[in-house]
């Protein structure tokens, strides 16, 4: 220790230590280690550390026989300085063939003499390192085998290679090589290519590399390998026995030994004989070349033990025979291998998507039932004739039997080798019904080669679906939805639902639970029958159900079955533009049917057909209701010839119109006669008198022009004569006098009498060329109410010794009696047709039209056919004007405004179209006043009818009643007469059926 004391201060005191003092500096290795081996020419760090003075002037010494008593150092270096470090490399000792296990290393202080020893270490020769082979490996006779080795330190070379067939490897033993390559480095690695000799072929060879100048420098591979005489292929699939199919895909694996193997080519050929040679005339076919020999089994791509697999798609030209022999070969140089025994390849088949047949047919794809799909399939090969099969389940797991599509199709394949055949799709539920079926089946498809049933396939199971059509049943009038219904659905002779007796409820199914019935049905055309206690019957006949659908049947309760509903329509045509234009409004029991009522159209279109006896000659139509419930019709080019564009409707014709609207998917019809001429001839007619007025007048302005002048000439020569000849021009004045008052007086009667009254008769003889005709002809019958079964008369008035014909249709517009003669009575010009009106012509309004071709009249009515009479449903009848029954006097009443209704029609049509010009013109006309005395009869026996029923004998209405013999030839009163008592006789029916005893308000339009 040292201690350290202050001279000024006693208690300072400082203590180090405590320490060594060493009688000399020390040197002190750390490397090399004990019993390390440093390698002749690598670089090692020899390392040491000092104590005490050591001074910068080492020398590093090693000596390799540190044993002995005496060793020999050999300086490394001198002058080193104290850094504790230095990179030695091991020289290259070339007379040392041995390892040196008692070498040392000394480090030497030249100026204080210090000396510092390592451990004893081994100075150790080059080591060598066989890479390949390492043993395990197959190389062949005559491979080019790559030999690699490595060494460590500085070998002397030349480096030697060796092998050894019995795998004991010895100085004797047969040389690679003499020569093997080095480098002048300490350390590295190389290859030889070693071309494998025959006398190598055995299983156990070993390989060894020596430095041939220091022979215990050397190494031997750890394990024998494998020398074979040549290289090998083993196919090991396909196997004998294996199928293929055109276009699917064949894997060919195989293991190859050896070397050279490589560069492979799959081929086959059909080995008829069987013998497994390839014959001359046996033809070989290639299914790939150029392929690798495959993955080394080890990770040494050297090996010589390789595994190769090729997944193969088989073309459309593939060989197809069960005979098939396949080898892997090696065509540059001859190698090859067989697959065992002998495979098939046969064609096959693909379903594919009909709508992309590009793709299979999906599991997913769902075709409806009596649906017409196309089955399609890819052809993978060619086949001649085929069988195409189907079978169901009900699960997908059950599968019935194969049933038979077609059992010989000509197979006729089209682009891209995709053949098909049309296919109605089977409803599997057929003889299940009426019972529901369920959402889906699942089907499957079968096609097989007639010429070799072995080859078939079988499509994915898929669905056969169905439609769901939603039935919604509604009370007519309320639109409330109904249950407690009876229906019944039929398809071609098959009852496909059926629930009687007002069965099917809402609580029959939970899906009825909203009073909508959903049923599932096959494709097809059903006719499907409703009905439920208290309501009529209503069928849904021949619906195409062909998708998911929402139908609503409405029913008709008996009460309300008897309320009529009827067509009105008003027809008027413009001479001016030649356009008629109609409109058509529907009314129910009097009450005008608007645009408010959804309904109206719901069904179709209003239309209107116009006909030229039997002929259509335009049919119109309106989509859109308006607010008052009307269709407006309008026709361009009404008497425009059919060449020019037009209709080709005729002057003085009458031609019949049909006019339909459709409220709440129910059609009702209703038909009426128009003219389009009637205008158009008075206008004709005048012209005709403006003409004549006109000539008129210039005749008498030139006759006064012609007397004037000759008065003046006249008076001028009696001027100039009176002065010579008095006497003369007295007397010859008195006679010319005589003569101009002669011609005057002509002129003035052809002015006054003559040509008035020759107008006259020229309009006269017009008017009743054109107007008479139209206005005598039409049809007779007042009855328009008939039992299905009965006979009715129809009876049709016009010009005796004519042929008018007749035609009848029914509710649906089908025609019944087409252009029949009717009968003339006794030559009075009245002509009948008895109808009867056969069950199978069906009830509803039907449309009777007689025409007359030579005058070109025609006239219609409409006639309803009922199934019940009056008389049958008395009983509902009561219960609807129960409260009238106490009116005694009213007996027969219904009757009697039945008819009076209908002779006001009669009346309407006779008196329709005529303006004021007409009005006028036939007062002028004597010669038709009268035709109108039979309608100034007709009306007063109206209203001497209407008056007769009694039902507003507490209600002054004489005015209303009263008709006017002194305006019998004024057609505007008789058309404001007919409307007023028209008026008078919907009074007369409101009073009957005012239980309530309301107030009644009756309007109605009149003409000016």
Known sequence: KITEKSATHPGAVATAGPFTILPTPQITLSSPANNSAWTMGKQYEIKWDTQGLVFNTLRISYTLDAAAQTPVWVDVISGQNNSKSFYWTVPDLTSTLSNQANARIRITDDTKGTLGYSDLFTIAIPSMTVVRPQGGEVWAVGDSAPVKWSYNGAVIGPLSLQYDASGVLSDGSPSI????????????????????????????????????????????????????????????????????????????????????????????????DLDNLKDADEQLYTLASGISRGASDTSDEYSGKYTGTKTITLPDNAQVSANLKLRLRDTARGYEGLAAGHFRVRGGFEFRDEANTANALAASSEWKANTGHSIKWYNKGSFANVKLEYATSSNGAN??????????????????????????????????????????????????????????????????????????????????????????????????????????????????????????????????????????????????????????????????????????????????????????????KGTLITSADADVGVGGDGY??????????????????????????????????????????????????????????????????????????LKSVTDEIKTMSSDIKANVTGISSTVAAEAAATRSELKTSMETQTGAIKEKLSSEVSDLKTQTAKILTAAETTIPEKINTDLAAAIKSDVKPHIKSGILNRDNVVKTGQSLTIRYRTETGKSPTISIYNSKNALMVSGTAMTEVSGTGIYEYPATFSASWGSGDFSVVCSESSLGT????????????????????????????????????????????????ALEQSLSGMGQNIVNKVQETKGVVSEMESVYNQLANLSAQIKSIGATKNVNLEKLYEVSQEKKEDIIYLKNKAEELKAVMEINKKMTENVAKKPIVQSWFEYK
């Open 177 to 272: 090589t003499a020569s093997a390559p080095k480098s002048g480095q300490t350390s590295g690695s190389y290859i030889y290519s070693w071309t494998i000799p025959a006398g190598a072929q055995t299983n156990s060879v070993k390989a060894r590399v020596k430095d041939s100048q220091r022979p215990n420098s050397y190494a031997d591979s750890p394990a024998g390998f494998e020398v074979i005489a040549a290289p090998t292929i083993e196919v090991s699939s396909p196997v004998d026995g294996d199928v293929f199919v055109i276009q699917d895909t064949m894997t060919v694996n195989w293991k190859v030994r050896g070397l050279s193997a490589d560069s492979l080519s799959v081929e086959y050929w059909d080995d008829a």
């Open 399 to 588: 599968w019935g039997a194969y049933q038979e599509i077609i059992n010989t199709l000509v197979n006729s394949p089209g682009t891209g080798n995709i053949s098909s055949y049309s296919w109605t799709v089977p409803d599997p539920h057929l003889s299940s019904y009426p019972d529901e079926p369920p959402q889906f089946y699942y089907v499957k498809l079968k096609i097989t080669n007639l010429a070799d049933t072995s080859v078939f396939t079988e499509s994915s199971a898929f669905k056969i679906g169905y439609y769901t059509v939603t039935w919604k049943i509604k009370d007519y009038d309320t639109l409330t939805l109904l249950d407690s219904l009876t229906v019944s659905s039929t398809y071609s002779g098959t009852t496909y639902w059926r629930v009687s007796n007002g069965a099917l409820t809402s609580t029959s199914d939970s899906r009825y639970s909203a009073k909508s019935y959903p049923r599932r049905y096959p494709y097809g055309v059903f006719s499907t029958f409703w009905s439920k206690d208290g309501y009529g019957d209503r069928s849904d006949n021949d619906r195409s159900i062909n998708g998911d659908t929402e139908v609503t049947v409405l029913l008709e309760s008996a009460a309300s079955a008897q309320t009529e509903y009827k067509v009105y329509s008003g027809f008027s045509y413009n001479e001016d533009t030649d356009k008629l234009k109609v409109n058509s409004w529907l009314e129910k």
């Open 608 to 681: 209107i057909k116009l006909y030229d006896g039997e002929t259509l000659k335009a049919t119109l139509t309106d989509s859109t209701v308006d607010s008052n419930g009307n269709y407006w019709f309008e026709a361009s080019n009404v008497v425009k010839t059919v060449s020019e564009g037009g209709l080709g409707l005729e002057s003085g014709k009458t031609y019949f119109a049909k006019m339909g609207i459709w409220y709440r998917s129910r059609e009702y019809q209703s038909g009426a006669a128009f003219e389009v001429t009637i205008n158009k001839a």
């Open 858 to 905: 025609v006239d219609a009515m409409v006639i309803t056919v009922i199934k019940h009479s009056l008389e049958d449903v008395a009983g509902m009848t009561s219960a609807v004007v129960g409260s009238t029954s106490n009116l005694n006097d009213f007996k027969g009443m219904g009757a009697s405004l039945v008819n009076i209704d209908a002779q006001f029609k």
